[in-house]
């Protein structure tokens, strides 16, 4: 049937991708290039369905030149129900145009895949759009492998309930020009577009081809010029590949809404001067891990919008936390580690991730007074305990959980992680999760993650539940006399089915890390000495990223800093704090963009906006030993990238900003391609530019990107875009120092 036969809705989609999710042939010099035809077979379905083939007991039928089926109901994965093409030849390096038309039940998803139709059946290319009425769709892509056994295929299984698909115009044409994807970075000049402090430092950046000092203005609400200036050449940034210069009107403090900066032709995004912004994101940060909390229901009256069922809970098709054993081989007994948070887009529940992440949120109750008094509206609100502590402490106890029992080998020791025992696709709420649930080895990492955060919980909740720290503080002790005597079990790094691997071959820090914890707490010589005879408290731990779950020895030094301790040498360590932020002043200070992070060969992290505020929080840390504003400048206008003073000119956090993420990689924050679904709530992370680009979508968009360029917002980046607790962890920190000092 023709293309344009019909009325219809019409949506052209464009995506180029690179990459298959698992292992290919890479491309050789006798490849040819594939010409311009056509390699699907009766596209149109022209009286008859062959040579497409779907899944058994799933029978397709011709309707109006369509050939539609009826999805049964129940199943669990997308690929359990799928119409498809096989023998279908690709050439590596070669661009294809994959577009057909789709019309499904309102609200469900098809997985439309080209990929390799035998084991390890590698995806090349994916999109999941929303049908609704008949709709065409067309992608180009580059194909990374050689094969005569490609497959074109339309995913529809998971879905609860049945429901009605058709496609018609299938198409893969080969030879065609590749896609070229340009990010829209909206005026060229960019700003913080939450708020900045009336007294704080206040900058702006402006991308231009000019060499010169440009004249410039801050505009009101109105329109009216309030203050003017001229420029400062900062020639071409690194981190972006372009030419910039700095504005400064930090000499402007009057409160307001809805401010511009107006320079070389271009007006910026409207931000507001005040400090009223930051005690909500402080909240709305730390607000982020209710909607993460596996093993309880959401109660939509407290999150609206984000309410669903309890994830994991022993439920069907959830096989549940409530029993789990190891894997295979690893151990003979079971246990329960049901609650805790989800750590990231995923279903998984991770001890290291989850270690520094609760470190990260209790510092800031030691730092911070005001967060105290902070409502979150959990369950556990009106307890006289602060709603901040509740929080963590729903981790606190899934973190305990993974602890080896007394009488089995490595008792002491603790799990690494819990997750699926095979990867899900997206979306998918948690009580939906059909896949087996699994404990992995125990690691020396893991378990000095819990004698460190559990240590620390001891001191901070003796004075609201006195039994709950004891119990801590023996965990805690148990934790590290089994590290001391079991010290190099390590996570192998190809332990990644199913969850990520977080793998650690280096636990020197995590060693010094807990004996500075349960040294704070208890006082004890024994762990005072394993302080001072650690390699690394006297080794700089202040690197391009200060600290994150596989590099915790500054956060050791920062709470041995802080905290009153009688310990041998505390100026020294107080100095090393200070001349590492000292370190990050600098960096600031050379960045058109005043961010204090900068990597070697520009090779920005995964994760890159965690590293960004993690240094922030030593700067803070830093001006809070020594009153030097330079230091908390620093961390203000750090603090301006992430919410849009960037080479994107967007927030990389959800809910701030005129334009913000709003897709991050989540299997319930999904909105993207189930409109039934939310997106993230307001005070979400993104993960930011990742220079390595890991996933196929990243890829397929953003190859030979420069630093800053090298993220998308879309929730197939789970290389750029996740969400994360230990990211979420380190905004609340500097939300809280930023209202703390306003």
């Not at 042939?25 to 009766?42: G, H, I, M, R, Y």
């Not at 307001?256 to 005690?279: K, M």
Request: glycine letters at 10%.
């Amino acid at each position: 049937m023709s293309l344009w036969e019909r009325s219809r809705t019409v949506a052209v989609l464009t995506a180029a991708a690179l990459l298959t999710l698992g292992a290919a042939a890479p491309a050789t010099a006798a490849s040819a290039l594939a010409d311009e035809v056509e390699q699907v077979k009766n596209g149109g379905f022209d009286g008859t369905t062959d040579p497409f083939w779907s899944t058994t007991g799933m029978p397709m039928t011709l309707t109006d030149g369509q050939a539609c089926v009826d999805v049964p109901g129940g199943t669990a994965n997308r690929w359990d129900a799928a119409i498809g093409q096989n023998e279908l030849p690709l050439v590596a390096g070669e661009s294809y145009r994959f577009s057909f038309d789709a019309a499904g039940d309102a609200g469900h998803v098809v997985r439309a895949i080209v990929g390799l139709a035998v084991s390890p059946y590698d995806t090349y290319f994916e999109q999941s759009p929303v049908l609704g009425g008949l709709t065409h769709y067309s992608y180009t892509f580059t194909a990374s492998a050689d094969t005569a056994q490609g497959q074109v295929a339309f995913q529809i299984g998971g879905s609860a309930d049945p429901w009605h698909f058709c496609v018609d115009n299938v198409s893969l044409v080969g030879g065609v020009p590749p896609e070229v994807y340009v990010p829209d970075t909206g005026p060229r000049v960019r700003v913080n577009q939450v708020a900045y402090l009336p007294a704080g430092p206040k900058t702006a950046t402006v991308v231009t081809a000019a060499t010169t000092p440009l004249p410039w203005q801050l505009l009101d609400s109105a329109g009216r010029t309030v203050a003017r200036g001229a420029s400062t050449p900062r020639g071409v940034d690194v981190s972006s590949g372009e030419n910039v210069q700095t504005i400064d009107f930090g000499r402007y403090s009057r409160p307001g809404s809805g401010y511009t900066v107006v320079a070389d032709g271009e007006t910026s995004r409207p931000f507001d001067i005040g400090a009223a912004a930051y005690d909500k994101l402080r909240a709305d940060a730390l607000k982020f891990y209710y909607t993460q909390r596996s093993g309880i229901a959401i109660d939509d009256a407290l999150r609206p919008g984000y309410g669903r069922a309890a994830g994991h809970v022993d439920v069907a098709p959830n096989q549940g936390d409530g029993n789990v054993p190891c894997q295979a081989g690893v151990c003979d007994y079971t246990l329960d580690v049901r609650g805790g948070w989800y750590d990231a887009g995923d279903h998984g529940k991770y001890v290291v991730n989850g270690g520094i992440t609760t470190w990260e949120i209790l510092s800031e109750y030691e730092r911070s007074h005001a967060v105290r008094s902070v409502s979150l509206k959990i369950p556990e609100s009106g307890n006289r305990v602060p709603d901040i502590l509740d929080e963590a402490r729903w981790e606190l106890n899934f973190l305990l959980s993974m602890q080896v029992p007394a009488g089995n080998p490595l008792a002491g020791m603790v799990h690494h992680k819990i997750h699926d025992q095979a990867w899900t696709g997206l979306p998918l709420l948690p009580d939906q999760d059909p896949q087996p649930r699994e404990l992995h080895p125990v690691s020396t990492a893991a378990t000095l993650n819990v004698a460190a955060v559990a240590a620390q919980a001891a001191r901070i909740y003796r004075p609201f539940d006195p039994a709950f720290a004891k119990r801590a503080l023996a965990a805690a002790k148990t934790a590290y006399t089994a590290a001391k005597a079991n010290p190099a079990l390590f996570a192998p790094e190809s332990d990644g089915v199913g969850g990520g691997a977080y793998n650690d071959s280096k636990v020197s820090d995590e060693f010094y890390w807990a004996a500075a914890e349960l040294y704070l707490t208890t006082g004890d010589r024994a762990y005072q000495n394993d302080v001072l005879a650690s390699p690394e408290h006297t080794a700089d731990v202040f690197g391009t990223g200060a600290f994150d779950w596989a590099s915790t020895a500054a956060a050791g030094r920062l709470d041995l800093a802080a905290l009153p301790s009688k310990l041998p040498g505390l100026p020294a360590v107080k100095a090393s704090v200070v001349k590492g932020a000292e370190k990050y002043l600098a960096t600031a200070k050379a960045q058109a963009y005043g961010v204090p992070y900068a990597p070697a060969n520009n090779m920005w992290d995964w994760g890159s906006n965690s590293a960004v505020l993690n240094n922030i929080v030593v700067l803070a840390s830093a001006y809070r030993l020594t009153g030097r504003p330079a230091f908390k400048n620093a961390a203000l206008t750090g603090f301006d990238y992430v919410l849009g003073r960037n080479a994107l000119n967007q927030s990389y956090v959800t809910g701030y900003g005129e334009v913000s993420s709003q897709n991050e990689h989540s299997r319930w924050y999904a909105h993207e391609l189930d409109p039934a679904l939310p997106n993230p709530p307001a005070g979400t992370l993104a993960g930011g530019a990742n220079s390595s680009i890991q996933d196929p979508y990243a890829q397929s968009k953003l190859t030979g990107c420069i630093a800053q360029f090298c993220y998308i917002d879309d929730i197939q980046s789970w290389s750029t875009n996740e969400e994360a607790i230990n990211w979420n962890a380190a905004l609340a920190w500097v939300s809280s120092f930023i209202t703390d000092v306003s």
